[in-house]
């Protein structure tokens, strides 16, 4: 009866979720939606807190449910054809400031709102297993939810640097307590890197604050003084040092070494919710805050730039073929697919954001997937060495086809997300929106497509080391078995929402194209 | 018909997904399903060519689409487009797909992973076909890819296997290599011309061609890049060394993807793309000269191989030489039609060898020897499919292979005549080792008497399928006969069909082929049946040669060299950076410095409360001084 | 009788003041610096009295401050004082010297 009681606890939220919630035009919803997204994992935290142990999972799993209904009714609420934000919500704050509650979503954030609950649905089933310390990790996993919730929809910077914050902190727990190797070493690393690149960020929002004489985290507002409030030599200071900043969560060459090590040695689900849903924030807030607000610093400095993103794809790329560990692997790919994104903001181009903004939701989905499928087999395998794993397909056939699905994901192949993401990408890179003079891109762009090769090599090898050949060690053989329903569930989740956007991409891009064809007049990059 | 010709592909998708998602556990069901989606997209095809054989020949494109995705004012669809081309390119895939499923129902049937193999069978089809109705470049490229998973899922069937591990990964590595530049190519026609669409392109290429608004060297560079793609799928020097490999699938596998269908795609996208390919005598040459060289090189190579499958392995990539080198030709219609007859005894030959794998359960040729009395049907077939491959009258193959010659000896590539005499002593070469393996593994003395007293024929699923495709290899020539060229008036580039030559005509020139190939067979039978001569002691007197040509022209060991050497040394360089300077040098380097920096720090902190009170004194003693003086 | 001037106290408290800093500097028992440092919040005391009575003019900010300080004295002593117990529980010893676990 198993079964029944999962599904009936994930379909029953999902659905009353889904229908409570109802178009602004047929009159005022009862709650505002996107404060009940920030706001319903926080309270599950507190919940989950005050209930018995035996609890915890299923509330975890009926928040989770929740938050997809709502999700999934933000990505249908929303209305590509009149762009801009909706759904907004506003609540003044600290009024003399100009610090106010301002939450509501344009294209882009709709789609990473549908991010952070599939991940976050996958990763709460993919939590099932653990038995220690369960209450406490399932609050802090909640908390962390919460903080991206209100990182992808607030639209003050205030509010959205105090969510990242929120976000980053549970993290350092969850990857010291809960965590494998040398965990202690991870968490730290993370945290402090990831603070380290908040740091700039903060001193970013700061100095865009007191420069614009308005005094306002509004983003709206800082785009429009873009040309006014900010002159050249402004952009030009504090636009790479955002960039950087943005870049270390996206972990951008040489800040990327957080990522390997904390990916390694973190939970499952918390790699899951880390590479889907807090690394693409990088990006996401490139594209939200500094392109936005600074367009002329941008077109300055990220034909420079870019040759660190794309670094970032092949340097990560040939790393991943050294390694021996079986996450490590994994950690790099992810590195390498997060500088394709930044390398897709790079190019300035319609094709190219978009490009962006659909391999972030691609690789959120698809690092989770890969993420949860490494997890399982180590449950069962018990390492993760590469070099002692072998042969795992016989054992576990349906996982092993699942990796295989994950891996072409990851490669890049059509019909799952991570095509349709990277072509944009490539896309765009064809002809950068910089006009005049030398262009970059005429080199980059042949370099930025040897990336397919790579990947593929560095991911065939890992699916004929673990799951093909003849079994290495008997031992693991007497123990392995497939996955079961509960962690079944999760990956097949993942795998349909990357089918659902590689075979019909539509919806996706038209979403993020409603943010990013008006992003694209305001800086005047190219068509 | 036409209105749902999408449904081609779509049913083999939609058998994919019912197979994988409900009926695994129960194998007869799940072939069943498959094998029945497949005879109905046959029939559907069926249907689409009669319906378009009908219109008038002008008429005959037809084509629609739905947006895939939108990114204003730029597009990109998918849809169908059938033309001749596409008609001619269904019938064979739904074909051969159909009778290798039911070869493969005899085949497989012991194997426990029945209902995958079954669904993966499915899923090719389907993007097959999807990449055969295409009507545009980003969908064709999009089935190209989806073909190539295919082909990883199958050659790693037997996934236990190390050695198909290695060649289902080599497979998509290479493959991938080549379609980096198809990528490029697709993306340099989206970005240029604002689209991908088959027509629109050649509405605008030709456009641009006329007014100069694209230099012809522009298009020769697109089709090049595209060419790229071509030569990886179908296996062009030098990114040939993968097929040989793949022949570690099962058989029936080899016969579908690996020599009758897949690896005639990137001919088949020459054919499509055809447009810029002939814009400029660049991108014709470079096409045919590597055509004409894989067709050389790969046949000499087969005259040294032991094992049957890859004998068969490098005819495949001899044969998809001469296509290739009759479209860089211009003998387009002559490439296609050699694309169907070779799919038709190409498939009969692997399906052949198959059977006789399945008897004799070895591959090796010199372990096999008078299997003629054993298998009656195998051994007729398997005949009639070398006398077609061979290019003897009135097989199949003679009529195509002829067609191609012609071509390129009318051609106006830069050094024709090279090539036509390297086609020639191809077609040689090709008839003597086809023979040499027919001789050797049919008729004389069973080399190995206990694998021989266990040989059996083959149950009637799978002879079925091989006397179907034997009467197909001994008459779809005639379908181009002299002088009538139903063919050619069919599958053509241009308005005007290229004219078919007179029986007369081509028996006049073609004689000296012909010579050449009947010289062939007799060396062959000389080496191997009568045995006037001794392989070995050839073998030996010419050691270096043979070993060259056995080792493949060591170019797998060039290959494996540059991976391994080049790849893994640079992935070691940038490993030993990444770990030592990046991580341990800046990053934890960055934390040794803030700690001796506190450590140095620490020193002040001594402890002793009264050095505090001490410090606090002097300070408030000097901000006292300064403050008042 | 003529009032004694200003200067007096001062120097009184002044006097006060840096024998409470040698208390508090340069003796080891814990008790003696705590004595140190109550002679030189009296010190400070007498200064705002004397302030008060001469130049206050009726003001009585100056007292209430004392007074202030005396409570805050007290408490301090309070807590003072049962840290050192603390300290010589552990350490059998009242020496500040020997309390030097937070030396870098």
């Known amino acids: 009866m198993f079964p029944v009681q999962i599904l009936s606890t994930i379909l029953i939220p999902f659905v009353a979720a889904f229908c409570f919630f109802h178009s602004p035009a047929s009159g005022p919803n009862p709650l505002p939606i996107l404060t009940c997204f920030i706001v319903i994992p926080n309270l599950a935290a507190f919940l989950i807190m005050a209930s018995p142990e035996k609890w915890t999972r299923w509330i975890s799993l009926f928040t989770a449910s929740l938050e997809l209904g709502i999700a999934f009714r933000v990505f249908t609420l929303y209305q590509t054809a009149t762009g801009g934000f909706q759904l907004v919500e506003q609540v003044s704050w600290l009024n003399n400031l100009g610090i106010q509650y301002l939450v509501g979503v344009d294209g882009m954030s709709?789609?990473?709102?549908?991010?952070?609950?599939?991940?976050?649905?996958?990763?709460?089933?993919?939590?099932?297993?653990?038995?220690?310390?369960?209450?406490?990790?399932?609050?802090?996993?909640?908390?962390?939810?919460?903080?991206?919730?209100?990182?992808?929809?607030?639209?003050?910077?205030?509010?959205?640097?105090?969510?990242?914050?929120?976000?980053?902190?549970?993290?350092?727990?969850?990857?010291?307590?809960?965590?494998?190797?040398r965990k202690e070493y991870a968490a730290m690393k993370l945290t402090l890197m990831l603070l380290a690149g908040s740091a700039f960020m903060l001193v970013g929002f700061l100095a865009m604050y007191f420069t614009s004489h308005v005094h306002t985290f509004d983003i709206r507002v800082l785009g429009d003084l873009s040309q006014t409030g900010f002159n050249q030599n402004f952009q030009d200071f504090w636009f790479p040092l955002l960039f950087l900043g943005f870049g270390v969560i996206s972990a951008v060459f040489p800040f990327h070494t957080w990522s390997p090590d904390g990916y390694g040695s973190a939970p499952t689900a918390a790699s899951m919710l880390h590479a889907g849903v807090l690394k693409s924030l990088g990006g996401y807030s490139i594209l939200r805050v500094a392109l936005p607000a600074l367009p002329q610093g941008a077109r300055h400095w990220l034909p420079l730039l870019v040759f660190l993103t794309i670094i970032n794809i092949l340097y990560a790329a040939m790393v991943a073929l050294k390694q021996k560990d079986f996450k490590y692997v994994i950690a790099y790919s992810s590195v390498s697919h997060c500088g394709a994104i930044l390398f897709g903001i790079c190019t300035l181009q319609v094709a190219g954001l978009n490009g962006a903004v659909i391999q972030t939701l691609s690789h959120g989905i698809v690092a989770a997937m890969t993420f949860a499928l490494v997890g399982t087999v180590y449950g069962k395998a018990h390492t993760r060495e590469l070099a002692k794993l072998g042969g795992l397909g016989a054992a576990m056939p349906v996982l092993g086809g699942l990796f295989v699905a994950a891996a072409m994901a990851n490669v890049g192949l059509p019909g799952l997300s991570g095509f349709v993401g990277e072509f944009l990408i490539f896309l765009g890179s064809y002809r950068s929106g910089f006009h005049g003079g030398f262009d970059v891109f005429q080199v980059l762009f042949p370099t930025a497509v040897l990336a397919i090769v790579l990947t593929a090599i560095y991911y065939l090898r890992l699916v004929q080391i673990v799951f093909y050949g003849p079994v290495k060690d008997p031992h693991i053989k007497a123990e392995a078995k497939d996955g079961t329903f509960i962690e079944i569930l999760p990956i097949a989740f993942l795998l349909a929402v990357s089918l659902a956007v590689g075979l019909y991409p539509k919806p996706f891009v038209d979403l993020s194209n409603a943010a990013m064809a008006p992003l694209i007049d305001h800086i005047g990059g190219f068509k | 018909m036409i209105q749902h010709s999408w449904l081609i592909p779509g049913m083999p998708a939609l058998a994919y997904a019912v197979i994988v998602l409900f009926t695994r556990r129960f194998k007869a069901l799940s072939a069943g399903i498959s094998i029945l989606a497949m005879a109905a997209c046959f029939f559907l095809s069926m249907g689409v060519f009669q319906e378009l054989a009908k219109l008038d020949p002008s008429a005959r494109t037809v084509s629609f689409s739905w947006t895939w995705l939108q990114i204003p004012p730029w597009e990109a669809h998918v849809g169908v487009l059938i033309d001749p081309l596409c008609a001619n390119m269904l019938l064979v895939v739904t074909l051969v797909s159909l009778l290798v499923q039911i070869y493969s129902w005899g085949y497989m049937h012991d194997d426990e992973r029945f209902s995958v193999y079954f669904s993966y069978l499915s899923l090719f089809s389907a993007s097959m076909l999807l990449l055969v109705v295409a009507n545009n470049y980003l969908q064709i490229f999009i089935g190209w890819e989806l073909v190539g998973l295919c082909s990883y899922l199958l050659i790693g069937f037997w996934y236990f296997k190390p050695e198909a591990a290695d060649a289902c990964k080599k497979a998509f590595v290479v493959n991938r290599i080549g379609d980096m530049g198809f990528l490029m190519g697709v993306i340099t026609i989206g970005m240029m011309f604002q689209t991908f669409d088959f027509a629109e392109v050649q509405k605008i290429v030709t456009q641009g061609l006329s007014d100069h608004t694209y230099s012809t060297t522009f298009i020769a560079g697109i089709a090049l890049l595209l060419f790229c793609g071509a030569v990886g799928k179908s296996a062009q020097f030098p990114l040939h060394v993968w097929l040989p490999d793949a022949m570690e699938g099962p058989t029936p596998v080899s016969a579908l993807i690996h020599a009758a269908t897949m690896v005639a795609a990137g001919v088949y996208m020459v054919a499509r793309t055809y447009t810029l390919f002939s814009a400029d005598p660049l991108s014709m040459t470079v096409v045919a000269w590597v055509g004409g060289f894989t067709a050389l090189f790969a046949a000499t190579i087969a005259v040294a191989q032991d094992d049957i499958k890859r004998i068969l392995a490098y005819s495949t990539l001899s044969q998809l030489g001469y296509m290739i080198l009759s479209l860089g030709a211009g003998g387009y219609t002559a490439g296609m039609f050699h694309l169907t007859t070779h799919a038709c005894f190409k498939a009969l030959l692997f399906l052949g060898s198959g059977s006789v794998i399945h008897?004799?359960?070895?591959?090796?040729?010199?372990?096999?020897?008078?299997?003629?009395?054993?298998?009656?049907?195998?051994?007729?077939?398997?005949?009639?499919?070398?006398?077609?491959?061979?290019?003897?009258?009135?097989?199949?193959?003679?009529?195509?292979?002829?067609?191609?010659?012609?071509?390129?000896?009318?051609?106006?590539?830069?050094?024709?005549?090279?090539?036509?005499?390297?086609?020639?002593?191809?077609?040689?070469?090709?008839?003597?080792?086809?023979?040499?393996?027919?001789?050797?593994?049919?008729?004389?003395?069973?080399?190995?008497?206990?694998?021989?007293?266990?040989?059996?024929?083959?149950?009637?699923?799978?002879?079925?399928?091989?006397?179907?495709?034997?009467?197909?290899?001994?008459?779809?020539?005639?379908?181009?006969?002299?002088?009538?060229?139903?063919?050619?008036?069919?599958?053509?580039?241009?308005?005007?069909?290229?004219?078919?030559?007179?029986?007369?005509?081509?028996?006049?020139?073609?004689?000296?082929?012909?010579?050449?190939?009947?010289?062939?067979?007799?060396?062959?039978?000389?080496?191997?049946?009568?045995?006037?001569?001794?392989?070995?002691?050839?073998?030996?007197?010419?050691?270096?040669?043979?070993?060259?040509?056995?080792?493949?022209?060591?170019?797998?060991?060039?290959?494996?060299?540059?991976?391994?050497?080049?790849?893994?040394?640079?992935?070691?360089?940038?490993?030993?950076?990444?770990?030592?300077?990046?991580?341990?040098?800046?990053?934890?380097?960055?934390?040794?410095?803030?700690?001796?920096?506190?450590?140095?720090?620490?020193?002040?902190?001594?402890?002793?409360?009264?050095?505090?009170?001490?410090?606090?004194?002097?300070?408030?003693?000097?901000?006292?001084?300064?403050?008042?003086? | 009788m003529t009032e004694v001037p200003i200067v007096h106290y001062l120097y009184l408290a002044a006097v006060l003041f840096v024998i409470g800093i040698f208390g508090v500097l340069a003796r080891k028992n814990a008790i003696s610096v705590l004595m140190g440092i109550e002679l030189m919040l009296n010190a400070v005391n007498i200064n705002y009295l004397a302030f008060a009575k001469y130049w206050g003019g009726g003001n009585l900010t100056g007292p209430v401050f004392a007074v202030f300080v005396i409570t805050i004295a007290a408490a301090e002593a309070a807590v003072a004082l049962a840290i050192v117990i603390s300290i010589y529980r552990q350490l059998k010893s009242a020496n500040v010297d020997d309390a030097h676990n937070l030396r870098g």
């Open chain 1, 110 to 181: 709709t789609l990473m709102v549908l991010l952070v609950a599939c991940v976050y649905f996958a990763g709460t089933l993919i939590s099932w297993s653990i038995s220690m310390r369960v209450k406490e990790y399932f609050v802090l996993f909640s908390l962390l939810v919460g903080g991206v919730a209100g990182a992808y929809t607030s639209m003050d910077l205030f509010f959205f640097f105090l969510f990242y914050e929120f976000a980053v902190l549970p993290m350092y727990l969850l990857v010291g307590i809960w965590g494998s190797g």
């Open chain 2, 359 to 629: 008897g004799l359960h070895n591959q090796d040729i010199w372990k096999m020897g008078g299997l003629w009395r054993k298998m009656k049907v195998t051994t007729l077939t398997f005949a009639v499919a070398t006398l077609a491959i061979a290019g003897i009258p009135p097989f199949a193959g003679f009529f195509s292979k002829d067609a191609i010659l012609d071509s390129v000896h009318n051609s106006a590539v830069p050094g024709h005549c090279v090539l036509y005499y390297m086609g020639v002593f191809t077609a040689f070469l090709t008839a003597f080792y086809m023979f040499r393996l027919f001789f050797v593994v049919f008729t004389g003395e069973p080399r190995d008497h206990h694998a021989h007293d266990h040989a059996h024929e083959s149950p009637l699923n799978m002879t079925g399928p091989l006397v179907v495709l034997a009467l197909l290899s001994l008459c779809v020539g005639w379908l181009n006969w002299p002088g009538v060229g139903l063919y050619s008036q069919f599958v053509h580039y241009g308005s005007v069909p290229e004219g078919a030559a007179s029986i007369g005509v081509l028996l006049g020139q073609s004689w000296p082929t012909l010579l050449l190939v009947v010289a062939g067979i007799a060396l062959s039978a000389a080496f191997y049946y009568w045995k006037v001569f001794s392989a070995e002691k050839m073998a030996e007197k010419f050691r270096p040669v043979y070993l060259l040509l056995k080792n493949k022209y060591y170019f797998d060991e060039m290959y494996g060299w540059l991976v391994k050497k080049v790849l893994f040394g640079l992935a070691s360089i940038f490993h030993w950076f990444d770990e030592k300077i990046v991580d341990d040098g800046m990053v934890d380097g960055t934390g040794w410095i803030n700690q001796k920096m506190g450590g140095l720090l620490s020193l002040t902190q001594t402890g002793y409360i009264q050095n505090y009170a001490w410090v606090i004194f002097a300070a408030v003693a000097v901000i006292f001084f300064c403050v008042s003086f």
